[in-house]
Every structure is written in C-alpha cells, then in structure tokens.
C-alpha cells in the first residue's frame, strides 16, 4: 500500500503534467510550437513533433510546382508561423510519451495507462491547432505555409495535404460515381451497335423519315410538320415499338418481313407511332397470368392498330421511293406529283377520326358521342376519291379496319392487287375502286363479304376469271366489271345474285355462253355484257327478268340465233342494243308491244323478214309494219341501209317523241306521208 504522502506526491506531479500538457497546445495552436536550430541555414532542424504531428501524410500531397517546398524534408516545416520559438526537450518527450522515467514496474504500468491517455488526447489537440491555424490564415483548399531559403528569404508555397484529408471520402465518391458512368456509357453503347442491322441502320432508328414526306407532300393540306420536326428528335423507346409490333404480328396486320426492313412503310409508320405520334397510344400489358384484354382496353388497341394502317398507308403513297418502285407508269415520278390533293389533320396530333376522308361510327359509350370526331375510333368510312393517290393499298387496311363499312378510293392512281385480305372486313357495305390502275385478278375472298351492296372495280387491269365464290354475295345491289381485262366464261353461281338491280361486265374479254342462271336475277334493271367474246344463243331465261329496262347484248360477234320472243316480256324495257352480232331470223312481233321503248338498235345483223321498228344492216325486206304505232315512246327509228320496199306507213305519224329518223338507202316508193309533219319533236328524217 502506498502511503498517503506517496499518493499526494504523485496526484501533484499528474497535475502538473496535465498543465504543461495544456500549455504545450496552447503554444502550438497560437503559433508559438517552433523548434529553433541556430547552427541550421533553414532555421530550423528536424522536429520529432513536426515529424509526428504533420498534417501532411505524404510528399505527394505538395504540389509539385512548388519546386522549393518539394525538395525540402517536410519534417522541416511549421504549422503555418514563423516564430522560431523552441519546445524543450522534456516537453517534446511528454507529448510524444518518450519519457525514460526508471520507476518501479508497477508504478510504470500504472502511470503508463494515464500517458497513453494523455499521448492520444495530445495528439487530437495538435490537430485541432493545426485546423485552427489553417482557418486563421483564411486557406480554406489549401493550407499557407513559408519556406526560408538563401538569405533567410521567405517563400510562399501551398499546402494541400490537410484539403485532401478533409475531402478524401468526397473526392472518392466523386471518382466512383465518374468511373461508373463511363460502364454505363459503355455499355450504351455496346448495345447501340448491337440494335443495327445489316445495312447500318439502327434498329429501332433514332431519325424517321416522318419530316421528308410531309414536306414532300406540299400545300397547306399537308399533315403537320413542325409537330413532326419536333418529335423526330426524341428518342425512340425500343420495348414500346417490340411490344406494339409484337402485337401488330400476333393479329397478323403485317408480315414480320415489312416491320424488319427499315425503309418499309410499315417500319416508318411503327416508328411515328412509338416515337412521333403526339398522342402516344399503347397496348395494353398482358404478362403470363393474365386472361387477357376485355372492354376499353380492346377499343384502345383496335384504334391503335387502325391508326397504325392508316400512317402505313400513308407512307405506301406519298413516299417517292416506295411509289416508284410500284409505279406501273414508269418511276419519273416525283414528290410533287404524287402529293395528295387534300391530306388535312393527316399525322397530327388530332385523332384520326377528323383526318380528311375518314368518318368514324358513332361512339354510344361517350359521354359526349361527337367528340369521337376528334378521336381514335373505329373507322367506318374510307373516302379519298380523286385524290391523286399513288402507290397501293396495303393489306395493314384491310386487316386492321375491321369495322369499314365503305371504301371510296376512286379516281385516283393506285395499283397493284386488291389483295385477298379483303375478304377481313366482313362489315363492309360499299366498295369503290374505279378508276384506277389495278391488276391481277377479282380475289375469291371477296365472297366473304357477307354484307356487300355495292362493287365497283371498273375501268381497271384487272384480268383472271370471275370466281365462283361471286355468287355468295346475296345482297349485292350493284356490281361494276366493266373496262378490264376478264376472261373466262360467267360462272353458273352467278345466280344467286338474287338481289342485284345492275351487272356491268360489259367491255372485257368474257368468252363462253350466257348462263340460263341468270333468269333467275328477278331484280335485274340494267343488264350490261355488251364488248366482250361471248358466243351461243341468247337464253330464254331472259325473258323471267321483268324489272329489267336496259339490256347490252350488243358488239359479241359469237352470238347467233334469234331474238326470242320473252323479249315481249320486258314491258319496263327502254333501252335494247343487239347491234354487231350475228343474228338471225325474225324479229318477234312481241317487240312491238313494249310501248316504253326507247332505243333498240338490231343493225349489223343477219335479221330477216318484217320490221317491227328500227334497225339497220340487216337483210330486211318487206313494208314497215302499221304495229310500228304502239312504240309511243320511241326517239330514235334507224332503219337505214336494208332492202324496204313499199310506203311509209302513215301510223309513224303518231309517234309524237320521234326525235331522229333513218330511213335512207331503201327502196320505198311513193310520197312522204304528211302525218309526219306532225311530229313536232323531229331533229333529224334522213
């Protein structure tokens, strides 16, 4: 045990301990901890503080410019004053705890846990002297010192060891953070080379061609092109367009071959869709689990799929490099030619209901059923007549405008084939495509057009045969061939087109007999087969066609035999031209009883016997029939150029709508009958 004047002894000299401690630090922090060597040129020597308590760890830390300061030892600097104070040697050792005190081994271990103490809060106190003498001096990136060279000069260097220590964590995210955005720039990249095809555009591409056409269109008609412009320069969301195409390939609207190629119309409208189109549509997400899409979500997409088409259609006629490559007038084509006469609202930010052309059904489940005109809703008509459309149509329009009920694009310069996906759009009503370039043959799926009333492909190139499936369409009202280039003979299945009222085919190349089966088109009005190869006899069937009023057998050389006599049957008839075939016999009496008659036409047969009214070319002989008197509706009397003989008949007097009168090159005798000189409508007796 320790006697109480021994533990006195040794609580005084800790006390004193601690005060010269504390007074070694307030030294040091006011500048005054210097180490003065006289016999030194620097003025000072090495410092076993300054080598221990140096805020610099490291010589790289000094900035090498400061050639004077990197050349010396930095055990020879200060803190940042130049006093030249000096700390005792017993001092020294008490802070660094080198005290080489002899006591005993209990009392040193004892007295040993107090120094070490006493070492390490010294430590933290010469560091809080240094960070203070670096404030003093206003440095806060880097720490001021001076440097005493050749004639006890001072120079000025800069100290950044104490700036680095402070913000290493800082500077270390800093070079993390740097040094991870370079991976991910870098594999940026990797995938940008590995999204280009083999021609060397990117996949999806980041510039469309949207600002090229619509400029190509010209006029104030022209869809929207600063919209465009400005839209063309976003970036394009690569799963959006997979997930949309995806979509577009699972309802079979395009070939996946169309959607790869990136100068396809159908690539180019994918695009403005996903990356142009201000109104952004999407389909909806459908993950594994899910039962599918119902109600709106069907609505949202079919719009999707039809504003789709509708843009691939665009493209397939207006861009000149898709035009001129199907071109059937050769490819000298240029923008301006094949520019839309009227193109308003196409590809703007209005839904595709207020385009030009398009009018949408009805929406019934809108709170505000008009608003659908400035919508995307279903399409119900289709009407670019005369619009100066190139190109063709793609099957995107049929497959994907599965509710159109009239298609108008008539009057315009569109070609290739219909295409068999016609047969899709089993709501539609009306189609018009006369008038324009098409070619290949009538498609067989046209006879899933349940609901067809009106066909007019007319004034075409189309060629092939009529399919037998034609006489499916059982409430065709109105169907237009003429002006093509249709072979083959009139199928049998043609009766069943119970409902019609008119059938062109006239001006083809239909060859073979009529069919009987058309006896039964009982709503036959206006019967047109004129211009063509057909052959055989005119059926007696014909006669069961009591509606009809215009029948063209005209201009067939292979058609023989004689006119019948259920001719007498079509007492609403106005109009009969059996001119330039080959004939024979007489003409039946009956003919005489259609009293609504107002153009027949019999020359350039091989007719024989008595006239019942005008005809010319024929070998006729004989007088003009008194019956000629019940043809009150008669216009036009062409008898011209036959063998009649005898007087003319004073009845033709009473033939008061008479407007022309042929009667030239004939053999009759004795004077004009003064009868005539009643017929006050009279332009023309020859």
């Not at 999707?304 to 059937?328: I, P, S």
């Not at 459309?389 to 315009?412: C, F, T, W």
Request: aromatic share 8%; proline share 3%; glycine share 10%.
């Amino acid at each position: 045990m320790l006697d109480s004047f021994e533990k006195e002894s040794r609580l005084q000299e800790r006390r004193a301990a601690r005060q010269r401690q504390m007074q070694i630090m307030e030294e040091a922090a006011s500048g005054i901890g210097g180490y003065r060597d006289d016999n030194n040129n620097n003025g000072y020597k090495d410092d076993p503080l300054n080598k221990e308590y140096s805020l610099e760890e490291d010589e790289d830390d000094v900035p090498s410019m400061y050639s004077d300061y990197a050349g010396r030892n930095k055990t020879d600097e200060l803190w940042g004053s130049g006093t030249k104070a000096n700390l005792s040697e017993d001092k020294l050792k008490f802070v660094l705890g080198d005290s080489d005190d002899n006591r005993s081994n209990s009392a040193s271990s004892w007295r040993g846990i107090g120094r070490n103490k006493e070492h390490e809060e010294s430590r933290e106190l010469l560091m809080l002297a240094g960070r203070r003498v670096s404030m003093t001096n206003n440095s806060s990136s880097l720490e001021i010192g001076y440097n005493y060279g050749e004639n006890n000069e001072r120079k000025r260097y800069h100290k950044c060891g104490g700036w680095f220590a402070q913000y290493k964590k800082l500077i270390y995210a800093l070079g993390t953070f740097l040094v991870v955005g370079l991976i991910v720039m870098g594999v940026s990249i990797g995938e940008k080379e590995k999204n280009t095809n083999h021609d060397g555009a990117e996949w999806p591409p980041k510039q469309g061609t949207t600002t090229s056409t619509s400029e190509s269109s010209g006029g104030s008609n022209t869809p929207a092109s600063d919209e465009t412009n400005e839209n063309s320069n976003k970036e394009m969301d690569v799963t959006k367009f997979n997930r949309i195409k995806d979509r577009i390939l699972e309802h079979q609207i395009s070939h996946a071959s169309t959607l790869e190629d990136t100068n396809s119309p159908q690539y180019k409208a994918l695009t403005w869709i996903v990356r142009d189109d201000p109104r952004q549509l999407d389909v909806a997400l459908i993950d594994d689990e899910s039962i599918g899409i119902t109600g709106e979500e069907i609505d949202k997409e079919e719009a999707l799929f039809e504003r789709y088409a509708l843009v691939v259609f665009w493209f397939t006629t207006t861009d000149k490099n898709v035009v001129n490559t199907k071109n059937y007038a050769g490819s000298s084509n240029i923008e301006s030619d094949i520019s839309w006469k009227k193109s308003t609202d196409w590809l703007s930010s209005s839904g595709f209901c207020q385009w030009y052309g398009i009018i949408c059904h009805l929406d019934i489940m809108s709170s505000n059923p008009m608003n659908h005109f400035n919508d995307d809703f279903h399409v119900a008509i289709l009407n670019l007549t005369d619009n100066n459309i190139h190109g063709e149509v793609p099957r995107e329009l049929y497959m994907a405008l599965s509710k159109m009920q009239s298609l108008d694009l008539s009057g315009n310069e569109l070609g290739g084939e219909i295409g068999l996906e016609i047969g899709e759009l089993k709501d539609l009503q009306d189609v018009f495509l006369q008038s324009n370039q098409f070619t290949g043959v009538i498609p067989s799926t046209i006879g899933g057009l349940s609901s067809l009333y009106n066909l007019n492909i007319s004034d075409n190139r189309i060629g092939g045969s009529i399919p037998t499936q034609f006489g499916q369409l059982r409430r065709l009202r109105d169907c237009s061939m003429f002006n093509n280039r249709i072979k083959g003979r009139i199928p049998d299945e043609i009766g069943g087109l119970t409902d019609v009222l008119a059938l062109y085919l006239d001006s083809n190349e239909i060859s073979g007999k009529i069919p009987k089966q058309m006896g039964s088109l009982t709503s036959l009005v206006d019967l047109r087969l004129r211009a063509n190869k057909l052959t055989g006899t005119i059926p007696t069937e014909l006669g069961a066609l009591v509606n009809l009023q215009t029948i063209y057998l005209d201009t067939n050389a292979g058609i023989t035999g004689n006119v019948p006599t259920e001719f007498g049957n079509f007492i609403k008839a106005t109009e009969i031209q059996l001119y330039q075939n080959s004939l024979t016999g007489t003409l039946p009496s009956e003919l005489g009883l259609l009293d609504g008659l107002v153009y027949l036409y019999l020359d350039s047969n091989e007719l024989t016997g008595t006239i019942p009214e005008e005809w010319g070319g024929n070998s006729l002989t004989g007088e003009i029939p008194p019956t000629i008197r019940g043809m009150e509706h008669l216009q036009y009397f062409r008898a011209s150029d036959n063998q009649f003989s005898g007087t003319i008949p004073t009845d033709m007097g009473k033939l008061l709508k008479l407007e022309y009168l042929y009667l030239e090159e004939n053999d009759f005798e004795g004077p004009v009958p003064p009868e005539l000189g009643e017929l006050y409508r009279l332009k023309i007796a020859v």
